[in-house]
Structures are given as C-alpha cells and as structure tokens.
C-alpha cells in the first residue's frame, strides 16, 4: 500500500479538468470582458506575478490563519510597507494600486493613510495646507488616517460629539470628547498605526456651534510613536473579521492645535474666530459615494470568489448515489446543490454590470461635480446607497449558502470561505448602514413618486414611477415568453412600481389621518424597506439585461450570459414570489412557468458552471481556498494545510504536560 | 473633568433599560421557572452557575478564546475539559446536571467527546465483558476517548465511508487501513490532539467479504507519554470559523493490528475463525445519532435566545436619529425596522423551545420502546429528529445573522459576543446530517407516508394530516380579527404543507410515468422536495408552538404574552413566505394584506415586554460574554473596557513600529520623491 503523503498531485484533477472541457464558451474571451480588456487582463496577471513571487505573500496566509491577533497585525504592518515601497517604485497609477489591493485581498495595517487620509485632505485643504501636509504625507513622514465614527453614533452623523473650540486667545483649537459615546471608535489604522488623523468634530466659536469640520491632529511622535499628552489612542479589540486592521479608539483631552490645522478650503475660521463657509461640502459628499459605489464593487469580488471556490469544489467531491448502478456523482449534479450556488453565480455577473454600471454613472456625475454642476447628484445619492444595500445584502447570504454548500469542509479556515464570508460581513453595516441606506432611497423614491403623480416628468432611475399602470398586462403569455430578458425587466418594473405606490399611498393615508409625519413613517418603515429593496431589484436586473445587450462578444459568451441573467431574474422571482404575485406583477400560472424554467436553466448553465468562474480568474493566493484553488486537488491541499498549522508542529501539545498527565496521574491513583 | 478615566463601569442597571424591566406586563421569574422546567431546575442551574462562576479559569476562558493564540486557546480547553472531570466527579453530577454546566459553559471543550460520545458507544455498542474492560478504565479517566466516523471524503452518506479493517484468523487480529487520502478520518472532535483511544468506524472484512461498518476500539497514543503509536498518523484539521475550543483531528492508520475482541461486538460478531454473525440490527446504534440531533436542537434554542437577550438589551440602550424631530434621540428598538429584526429571532426562541421539550419527550418515550426491542416509532422519530435539527439549525442561523446585523458596526466586535454566536452557529447546519439531505429524508418519508394514505391507510404521528380530506378548504381567515386565531394558523400551515406536498409527489410520479428512472425523477424534484420538506417542518413547529401555549399552566399575563408572540411566529412566517402560501391558495391576496396589518400590529404589542421576554432566558453575564447584552445595559463603558484585554493595547508603541514601521519611515525620509 502506498503511503498517503500530502504532496499535490501535479495535474489537474481529471473532474475538474473535465467540466473545462466541455465549456462551450472561451474563458479568456470571458476575462478580458470582466477586467475591462486584454491589456487590463495583462496588467492585472503582470501584477499578480511581481507580487506573489516574493514568499512572504504565501508567509502572510498562514499568520492569517494561526498567528495571534498581535502576530497578525504585525504581518499586514510588514504587507503594507512592503506594498508601499513597491508603489512608489513602480510609480504605480490610482488603479494599479487598487488592482494591487484587490489581489492581495485583506486590508492592509495602513490602508487608511492612502485610501482616506490623503484623498481627504487632497479633497479638503487649501492650497497652503496641501503643500505642507499633502507632501508629507506622500513621503510617509506623516502616516494618517479619517476619524469620524463614535462609540455613539455612526451612519447618523448629527449625533457626533467630539468638540473642536476656538480660542483666539492662542489662536487655536481645542479639541475635546466631552462624553464617553463621543470617544472616536472604529477608525481604520488609528489603534496602533497612524501618527495623524483627521478628526471630525463640531466646530464651536464663542460657545456656537457650526457643524462639523474637520481637523488635523497629531496623535503620536514622529520620533518614536509615542502617544502625544492628552491623547488616548488604541485598538478597540478583536473582529470577526479584519483583524489586519487596527481598527482604533481615540480620546481626546483639550488637545490645543493651531488654528491653520482645520482644513479650510470649504470653510475658514479668521484668526479673530469669524466664520466663513461656502455651503457644506458637496465634494466630500461626492467621496461618501465613492466609497458605496466602491462597496458594490467588492460585493462582486465577494461572490465572485465565493462561487469560484463552491463550484470548483462541487464538481472534485463526489458523494452518494444518484443512479444506483452508477459511482458516486459530483456533487454539482445535484438539482439541490446547483440550487445553493448557480444562484451566487448568477449574481457575480449581475452585480459585475451593475457596479459597471453604477461607476461610470459615478465618474460622470462626478466630472460634473468638477464643473460645478451638482444636479445629479440626488439622483447617484440614491442609486448608490440603494446598490451599496442590495449588492452587499445579497452577497453576504449568498456567500454563506455557498458555504454551506460546501457542507464541513466549508467550515475549515482552509477552505477560505469563512473568511470570506466575515471579511464580508460589515460591509452591511460601514459606510451607512443598509437599513438607513434603503430608507434614504425610499424618501427619495416617495419624493420622485409625488413628482411624477402631479405631472412632473421623471428622468433617471426612477423615470418608470410616471408610468400608467393601467396599461401593464404581464408581458409573459407562455413558458417561453418567460426567457424574453425584456419581458422579465418589465415584471421587476411594476413590482417595483406596485410596492412604491402602495406604500406612499399608505403613508399618506395615515398622515391624512392626523398622524404627524414621523409616526406616519415610522409605522410604515418596513414597507419603505420593502419598496427600497423591490427598486434596487429591478435596477440591478435592468443593468444586468443592458451589459449584456450591449456586449460586443462571441455568440457563445452572449448565449451563456444571456442564459444567466435569464436565471437570475427568474430566480428573483421565485423567491419573492409573494411579493410579485401580491403586486400582480405575475399570476399563478406565470410563477408555474417562472419555477419551471428557473428549474430547466439549472440543468443549461451547469455545463458551462466551472468555466463561469474560471473567467474570473483569481489567482490561487487570492482565493487562498484548498477547496476552490484551480488545480481542483481539494483534498491533498486541504491535508497539506494541515501542516501549517502550530498545533501540528509537534506529536504532543504543551497542555499535555501541563494539565492532562497530572490529570490522568491523579486519577489512576484515587478510586473510582 | 478626568477625560482619560472612562470606562469604570457604573454600578447601576442603565436607565434605558430599567425603563424597559419596569413596563414588563408579566413576571419574569414566572416565564423562567417555565423555561428551565420548574422552580427547582431554575435553582439547579443558578447553583450550578454559582459553582462554575466561583472559579477564576471559567471566568477567564472568554477573553483566552477572543485574545488568544489558537493553540493557547485550546490549551486553555484542556484544562476547562479537566476541571469539569473533576466537578463532575466530586459532586457526582447527574447527565442532567452535566447537560446543564455544558450549556453554561458553551458546550464545548477540548475532551468533550469522551463523555458525549466515547462513554455512550461504549454502553451501546460493547458487549458486558467489553464493557468491564473498557467502560471502567473510560470512567477513571485511564483512557481517554472519541468517536472517529466521518472521513475527508464523506461525511453524511456512510455507505461511501473506506477505512478498513481485514481480519486475520491466523493471529486472530484485524487489520485497520486507511486506503486512500479520501478514506483519513477527518472532524472527529477531541481527536487531533487530545484522545488516547478512538472507536474507529471501518468496513469489516473477513473471509474475503464485506460486511458493512462496524466499531472498533483502536489505542492512537501511548499511556505513558501520550505519543502517537507506530502506523498512527494523528493531528489537527486546522483553523476553523469557530469552536476552536476542540482539537478536531485526522486519523491515518498504515496496517494497526488490534486484537479480535476490539470489535465491539453486541450486535454483530466474528468468531476466532472469521464467521461473521449479526445478532441484532444496528438500531440501537441509529438511536445515538437521533439524540444528537435533538441536541442540537437545544443547541439551537440556546444560541437563538442568547444572540437575541444581547440584540434586545443593546436596542434599549443605543439612542440612534430621531423619530420625533422634538424629541431626543430615540433608543432604536423603537424603530419598527429594528424590531423587524429582532423580535421574529424572539418568537423563533420560544418556538424552538416549546417544539424541542415537545422533541425530547417523543424521544425518551421512543428510547423506552426501542430498549424493549419495539423498532415501531423508529422511522416516525426519525423523521420528525432530521426535520427538528435541519428546521432549527438553518433559521436560527439566519436569525442570529439577521441580530448581529441588527446591532450595526459594534456587532462586528468579538466583544459584543454576537460574531461569536455566529461562528459557533454556522456548523450546526452541516454536522450530523447535513441540512439539505435531512430534508430529503424528511421528504423521502412524507411521500411515502403520502402514498400510504392514499392507499387508504389510516395515518398517524406527525404526518396524520395526509389522510386528512381536504375537499373543499376553505381559508379560515374571513376578517382581520380571525388571523388572531392560532387554531386558524395552525390549519392554514397544514393545507399549504398538504398542498406543497401533494404537488411534489404528483410531479415526480408524472415524470415516472413518462419513463424517467426513479433516481431521475428524484432528482428533477429534489429543490421541489425540499421545499415540501420544510413547508411539512413548518407547520410541525407552528403546531407545536401552539399546542404549547394552549396547554400551558400559567398566569393570564403570561399566557397573553405567549400567544402574542407564536401569533406573531405564524403570521411573520406567513409573510416571509407569502409566495408559498398565495401559490398553494392557502390564503388570497387580501388575506395576505390582513396579515401584514396584524404583523405590524403584533410589532408594536411585543415591544413592551420584549426586554422582560429576553430577561426570562436568565443567561448568566459571563455564559453570554457580551459587552452588548449584560444584564445592567453599559454596553458603551463595557465595549470600552473590554480593550483593555487585547495584547494589542499591552504597550502603547506595537512592536510592528519597531520591527517594520520606522525603518520604513526612515528608509522613504532617505529617499528622493
């Protein structure tokens, strides 16, 4: 017999190397349409290779998954500087550094210093102030980061407490937490890291206030780190994910900062404490969007990753029977199993157009900004804070079905789901909370409503609220009207429509009755929600139906990517169905035909299944998955991985000696 | 004022939720003695909880498992594992009272199997002369022991299992071989590190032929010093999302010669020259695995009721926006979205609890029968154990998601012991029977059941409504006010599980007829399946839910609470899968439209009582670890304070400045833009 050893077999395993050879479509075609070109595609790999040649990238998986949380931001310290250095060597472009941290999937120790740090104060400083900080900051000599979330308040940004007072006196100000819910508290890189912040705090000149500004503060030496007098600065302790951050906490006690440190572009406070604005900044705002827009991107790279490692594991375990004269089939064949990822799939190309679509709409809007035009920028609040909601909503469950789908073995750190599916977590939460998110949408939404019910002509997403809804007939007579990708658009359109209407009309109803506005709402939020969330659908099924249609492409990638929006609309709606049989977007016999071919398209695209997710092409270090990596060996990987695990460094554990040997001692000599 | 001095923690119960604790229309200590089974268990636990509690290292072993290296962290597991050997022995612990310290203290340790699994196979599997040998040494701690089925390539379906074990009659030894990297077991807890003994479930074979799985006791490491013996290849798995508390582990065996009477042999023997005989069916084996997935039905309820106690009190204490521009800040259990969230995670609390004690008594009075040899409600137990577990474990899970989520970015922290909940909740879905193919189980014998009845058999248990006949249904909701009705709930979850069905079973039998193979058939229906599986769980739970408060003997305050709640637990369901209920006709589209009114009416009824409902639960501070959920609601001061436990704020400059950081800074100051 020969001994079972954890080596990788070097080939690929056959039923891996089977399902890509029945793909009907070529994956590179495919690739280059997700990264936006070959050329995109060339960079992207030429990245990935001067990257993952150095060994620490590999190092960094296994301090990931063994180290102590210390160890581990100890790591991603030692990751950040590394890619720092590469930066500016390579004199990296704004989207070659993204690519680069989206290879490198977790976040870097000092993330904030680039992503937050220097686009704010780009965003917020005067001229003066850029070149003295800006500077500084592009040559690491001061590091940063954006503090802005309290113990106490987040998404609602009123509520912040911390102080900022004018003292003209000294011509300074006087940064203060005045209460323990004021303390700054989730910041990226503020624990441990940063030497500066930016710190938002209410601006208070002879005891008025004047809204919130924002402010440079140093919080530790540049000599040796340490923390300045009067500051208070640490780690507010472990995550379920994300612990390559030191995510901080920092409490302020009459911290004096010169009055040249508010950054002033948008506002000024005169040495004599004379306040001057321009109106609140409608460039910052631009960034809060920013980073939505941005968060429907990593929604697609959450389950897109996800689908990768599901589906490839699906089609290397075999397990049970389906025929009985049969061996054990992949488990991809199962209706059941199919049911649990193809609906991840799906979702990665729609969330893929979607946030294609939603950035250039974003690049636009913001070109205008630039101009000083800001009449879109309603109309990109609400899409983004809608898609932002949706995208990571939809991913993050999807993600943990796909998890489940991979049964134990999806469990194991290994396996890299689990953390995939924490690293995704909070984006539900960050960046404006989904429930707020759709809520502010579903004002905005009644709003457009009320102007399209007194006539006013609608553009935009919302174009559709002027509709007549007398004149819908529901577009699907026949099982094969339901694959008419327009048809199934028109569906999620009056769902959408049917739920915004009712929902403002009950709003009204009970403000009519004599409620005052706030109870009206609060009684009604739910529904609000609900119409959100019927909006965002359709937006996103509409993008996905217009990326297609509007795809210049092989016939072979058009049909498997037609047949998977096809599948994710269908699947939409079965789902919902109570929602679309309540609105009579659909009747029984249509949702009959809707679950009928929602069935059969299961059966089309699992052929084409492995290579949908070979054209993502994430490299293996990426997925860092046993169970997903390309070369389909889950079993010899996920052995191999147990190596690297410390417990496994020696036959017996210290707590052996420590506690169990005295234990059993101790036993054996007393009596039973 | 002392800005750096915050984080003492006040010695008051924060108002906000005292507010709450004074508006509750019940007794709270009432609806306790009900959950823990009565005033005395109620005291049974607090002394239990007062005894565990008392020992700094259970108070600690929180902060070991949030702060810690995995490795420490299982190293403080082996000594939790042994200090509750020794309580369990010196105070001569009853199951019951061990049941209880193991939920207090998180169910699991790094030895946990040797009493849940090793101890119990032995009793059930051994015959007495095994038993004197083994089971007396496994009680004195001489040995120590797991159970090792499930392999890296299977798990659920056992059939496919490969380890081997070959007798030889010319020593009278079998041979236990792993044959494949497939055939490693994998997953069996306390196995990796900690075990000196496993029963190692193989394929006999003996004279050539195979005789299906059988147990066998296999010595891993040596008595004296713990090392593993010749031909063992022993470990562990690795990092998983959670319980790391346990040394899950893999077992390669290279040619290990145990002696013939390592079999355990009290329903199957080998004589010395290899005859195989089978005394009895393995059932008595079957009933194990049914009892674990009780269990973790219970488990269900605990991480439900535990996720929700931290979601509600912290909703009481977080003031977030305003609901009345007047007004200050509302506390945002006041928002109806937030209760959205919470409160279907409150009703699914006491539905599980109700629907599992109701479990439990079906499966004791089972248990009884199957000692004297009666195998009748075997498959009826079965059933209702696969669905229970798979219900359970998946809503559950989703729940707690759904409140962890609901507590916004603090949720995120380890502190707030809710991520936690999450990460020791999301295996429960897969282990002891993976949840989809439980549900096919579940479906496998409602279509049978299904067929019975038509066959014109009178049908009993939890699948009597098959033979019910429903011609003309008519739905039992004619206003608002009779959706109250949970008689009315109850029959509208049967007619659409009826319905749901009755659809699946005509499906499969048309694709038969049109000459599909059966397996084909199957698998063309198995989503349809599921869904009839679960349409069937639902209503069991429902009816359970109901039956329970119905029955219950307890004061009109409580009682008026409960039906709100299980009300609400209907409706809410109905709502969530309007789409099943409309498409079986169940119920119209203006019965749909009372419904939503009455959920958004209950939303408002239950928020009164909701901390007081939480506060029933009675988890101990430290069984929560929760900065989020403590009883006195300082969830700001104690998130702050539980900082100060992470290494990473031990020094005030991280040694990565040092290590990494400055010469970084220095080498980039040297350096030209």
């Not at chain 1, 949706?390 to 689990?418: P, T």
């Not at chain 2, 474990?393 to 707030?416: D, F, P």
Request: hydrophobic share 35%; proline share 3%.
């Amino acid at each position: 017999m020969s001994e079972i050893t954890s080596s990788i077999p070097l080939q690929i395993n056959p039923d891996l190397q089977e399902e890509r050879d029945k793909a009907s479509f070529n994956v590179t075609e495919l690739t280059h349409i997700i990264y936006g070109g070959i050329e995109k595609t060339k960079k992207r790999k030429r990245l990935e290779k001067l990257l993952f040649s150095d060994p620490f990238f590999q190092e960094y998986q296994n301090v990931r998954a063994f180290g102590s949380r210390s160890e581990y931001y100890a790591a991603s310290v030692k990751k950040s500087t590394k890619i720092f250095k590469l930066r500016r060597q390579h004199k990296w472009t704004d989207e070659e550094y993204e690519t680069v941290l989206d290879i490198c999937h977790d976040d870097l120790a000092l993330t904030l210093h680039h992503t937050m740090f220097i686009p704010a104060l780009e965003r917020l400083a005067t001229e003066d102030q850029k070149s003295k900080w800006l500077t500084l900051a592009k040559q690491y000599k001061i590091i940063g980061t954006y503090a802005q979330t309290e113990l106490g308040h987040g998404t609602y940004l009123q509520g912040l407490e911390t102080t900022a007072t004018y003292d003209p006196q000294t011509r300074e100000f006087v940064m203060n937490t005045p209460t323990l819910s004021a303390m700054k508290w989730w910041p990226g890189s503020l624990g441990k890291s940063s030497n500066h912040a930016l710190v938002l705090a209410t601006l208070i000149i002879s005891g008025k206030k004047y809204g919130m500004h924002p402010f440079l503060v140093q919080l530790r030496s540049m000599d040796d780190h340490k923390v300045l007098p009067g500051v208070r600065v640490g780690d507010i302790g472990a995550k379920m994910g994300g612990n390559s951050v030191d995510n901080g906490y920092l409490i302020l006690d009459n911290v004096r900062i010169p009055r040249n440190n508010m950054l002033m572009k948008n506002a000024q406070v005169s040495p004599d404490g004379k306040f001057v604005t321009r109106g609140p900044s409608k460039a910052n705002y631009a960034t809060m969007m920013l980073i939505r827009v941005q968060i429907c991107t990593m929604a697609y790279q959450v389950v897109s990753s996800g689908a990768t490692i599901g589906i490839r594991y699906s089609a290397v375990r075999r397990q049970s029977k389906l025929d009985p004269q049969d061996r054990e089939p992949k488990i991809l064949e199962y209706q059941t199993q199919q049911y649990k990822i193809f609906p991840g799939l799906a979702m990665s190309y729609a969330f893929l157009f979607a946030s294609r679509s939603l950035t250039r709409k974003y690049e636009e809007a913001f070109a205008e900004i630039q101009r000083g035009d800001f009449k879109s920028l309603p109309e990109l609040h609400c899409l983004s804070s809608g898609l932002k909601s949706f995208c990571s909503e939809h991913s993050v469950r999807q993600v943990e079905i796909i998890r489940q789908s991979c049964g134990g073995h999806g469990y194991l750190n290994a396996a890299g789901l689990g953390m995939l599916v924490n690293a995704a977590a909070p984006m539900i939460t960050v960046e404006g909370e989904n429930t707020v998110m759709y809520l502010q949408l579903a004002r905005y939404i009644l709003k457009r409503f009320a102007g399209a019910m007194s006539g006013q002509q609608l553009d935009g997403s919302t174009s559709y609220l002027s509709m007549d809804p007398a004149t819908y007939v529901c577009p699907v007579m026949s099982e094969t009207d339901c694959r008419n990708l327009t048809a199934l658009c028109d569906i999620y359109r009056y769902r959408s429509y049917m739920t915004v209407c009712r929902v403002a009309r009950q709003v009204q109803h009970d403000m009519e009755s004599d409620m005052p506005q706030h109870v009206a709402i609060n009684k009604n939020l739910v529904d609000l929600v609900r119409a959100a969330k019927a909006h965002s659908y359709y937006i996103v099924v509409k993008d996905f139906v217009e990326g297609v249609d509007a795809l210049v492409a092989s016939a072979p990638v058009i049909k498997v990517l037609r047949t998977l929006c096809c599948f994710y609309a269908a699947h939409g709606i079965a789902e919902y169905s109570g929602d679309f049989l309540e609105s009579e977007a659909v009747g029984l016999h249509q949702l009959k035909w809707i679950k009928n071919l929602q069935v059969s398209l299961l059966g089309e695209i699992r052929p084409d299944a492995v290579a949908l997710v070979d054209a993502f092409d994430y490299h293996d270090i990426t997925l860092s998955s046993a169970l997903g990596c390309y070369d389909g060996n889950a079993y010899e990987r996920l052995f191999k991985s147990t190596e690297n695990d410390p417990m496994n460094k020696e036959e017996v554990h210290p707590s052996y000696y420590q506690y169990l040997k005295p234990f059993m001692e101790e036993m054996n000599k007393s009596k039973l | 004022m002392s800005y750096l001095e915050f984080g003492a923690i006040p010695l008051q119960v924060n108002p906000d939720l005292q507010e709450e604790r004074d508006q509750a229309s019940f007794h709270v200590t009432e609806l306790t003695h009900i959950i823990d089974g009565g005033a005395e268990k109620t005291q049974l636990r607090k002394r239990l909880e007062k005894l565990i509690y008392s020992d700094p290292d259970f108070r600690r072993f929180p902060d070991v498992r949030t702060f810690g290296t995995k490795s420490e962290f299982y190293g403080a597991s082996v000594l939790k594992s042994i200090k509750l050997f020794q309580l369990r022995k010196e105070h001569q612990w009853t199951d019951e009272e061990s049941d209880i310290v193991h939920s207090l203290v998180d169910h699991g340790h790094a030895l946990g199997l040797h009493h849940a699994m090793f101890i119990p196979a032995l009793e059930r599997l051994a015959t007495d002369e095994q038993k004197a040998k083994w089971l007396t040494i496994a009680k004195q701690y001489k040995i120590l022991g797991t159970y090792a089925q499930t392999e890296l390539g299977h798990g659920t379906y056992l059939q496919g299992l490969e380890t081997t074990a070959t007798y030889d009659p010319g020593t009278q030894e079998f041979i236990l071989n792993t044959p494949t990297i497939s055939a490693m077991k994998w997953w069996p807890g306390s196995l990796g590190k900690s075990s000196n003994y496993a029963i190692v479930l193989a394929t006999l074979i003996t004279r050539g032929k195979r005789h299906g799985m059988h147990p066998f006791v296999v010595q891993l490491r040596s008595l004296e010093d713990h090392q593993p013996l010749p031909g063992i290849k022993v470990g562990e798995i690795g990092a998983k999302m959670g319980t790391l508390s346990t040394d899950n582990g893999y077992l390669i065996l290279n040619n290990i010669r145990i002696l013939r009477e390592n079999m355990l042999m009290k329903n199957a023997q080998v004589s010395p020259d290899g005859t195989f005989t089978a005394s009895a069916p393995n059932q008595a084996n079957y009933a194990t695995m049914v009892l674990l997935r009780v269990r973790i039905s219970e488990f269900a309820y605990t991480n439900i009721s535990k996720a929700v106690t931290i979601g509600i009190r912290y909703s009481a204490v977080r003031r977030q926006s305003k609901l009345d521009p007047e007004e200050k800040e509302a506390k945002i259990l006041e928002y109806q979205t937030q209760q959205y969230k919470l409160f279907p995670g409150l009703a699914l609390a006491y539905a599980i609890l109700f629907s599992t004690k109701l479990l439990k008594k079906k499966y004791r009075e089972a248990q009884t029968e199957i000692m004297k040899g009666n195998l009748q409600s075997l498959p009826e137990l079965h059933c209702e154990t696969s669905g229970s577990k798979a219900f359970c474990t998946e809503h559950m899970l989703k729940e707690v998601e759904i409140i962890r989520q609901s507590c916004g970015g603090h949720g995120y922290l380890a502190a707030s012991g809710i991520g936690m909940m999450t990460s020791s909740s999301a295996p429960l879905v897969t282990v002891e029977g993976e949840n989809t193919v439980m549900y096919l189980q579940v479906a496998r014998y409602l279509l049978k059941r299904f067929s019975n009845a038509k066959s014109g058999e009178q049908i009993e248990g939890c699948t009597s409504y098959l033979s019910m006949n429903h011609a003309p249904y008519l739905c039992p909701f004619l206003s608002e006010k009779d959706c109250r009705n949970l008689s009315s709930l109850c029959d509208v979850y049967r007619y659409r599980a009826f319905i749901v069905i009755s659809r699946v079973v005509r499906t499969v039998q048309t694709d038969i007829k049109d000459g599909l193979p059966q397996h084909d058939a199957f698998n063309k229906n198995l989503v349809h399946l599921v869904r009839a599986a679960r349409a069937h769980c639902y209503f069991n739970v429902v009816k359970d839910f109901a039956e329970a408060v119905k029955e219950l003997d307890a004061s009109i305050q409580i009682c008026t609470v409960l039906i709100s709640l299980c009300c609400f637990f209907a409706v809410h369901g109905i709502v969530e899968n309007s789409g099943d209920f409309l498409q079986t006709q169940t119920i119209g589209v203006e019965q749909l439209k009372w419904l939503k009114n009455l959920q958004t009416s209950l939303l408002a009824e239950i928020r009164p009582n909701a901390v007081a409902l939480v506060d029933a639960f009675d988890y101990h501070d430290i069984t929560l670890t929760s900065a989020l959920g403590s009883y006195d609601g300082n969830a700001y001061e104690r998130l702050y304070q539980s900082t100060e436990k992470d290494s990473m704020n031990s020094q005030e400059v991280h040694s990565s400045y040092h290590t990494y950081l400055k010469p970084f800074i220095q080498e980039m100051n040297k350096a030209k833009l």
